[in-house]
């Protein structure tokens, strides 16, 4: 399988420099795979987990938003939190959801409300993934 280059940035450090194979992404409009060659775009992201196929094997990285660019160049991404799966803080993610849950429940009909729901529904689906790591 051809190879490109990836980097994944968050605001604290550069979590991720090199060649891959392919990086599946938690995009805002659904999961989307990259590989060498792939059309231009760029979309943001949606809290998920985003995996690295490399030669060393695979790699997930906990994101919780931001944005995606494929170029020529290859793909950059630039979120807004990123750890590795083994090195998220689930207390954080717990914390959120229950926020989100707070500002949910006091919340009349409303687009706003829908998007809240909507950001519940992946931090709950990042907390799955990691509650089924965990047992593994």
Do not use: C
């Amino acid at each position: 399988m051809a190879a490109f280059h990836f980097e994944l940035v968050s605001p604290e450090k550069l979590l991720f420099s090199g060649d891959v194979e392919q990086v599946d992404v938690p995009g805002a409009e659904g999961d989307f795979g990259v590989l060498a060659d792939h059309a231009p775009m760029v979309t943001t992201l949606r809290p998920g987990i985003l995996t690295v196929h490399g030669s060393g094997g695979e790699q997930k990285i906990v994101v919780l938003g931001g944005f995606a660019e494929v170029s020529p160049e290859g793909l950059t991404v630039l979120a807004d939190v990123a750890e590795a799966v083994d090195d998220i803080d689930r207390g954080m993610i717990t914390a959120r959801i229950g926020e989100l849950e707070g500002r949910i429940a006091k919340m009349d009909l409303s687009a706003e409300l829908d998007k809240l729901i909507t950001r519940l529904d992946h931090f709950k689906e990042v907390d799955r993934y990691l509650t089924g790591t965990a047992a593994h």
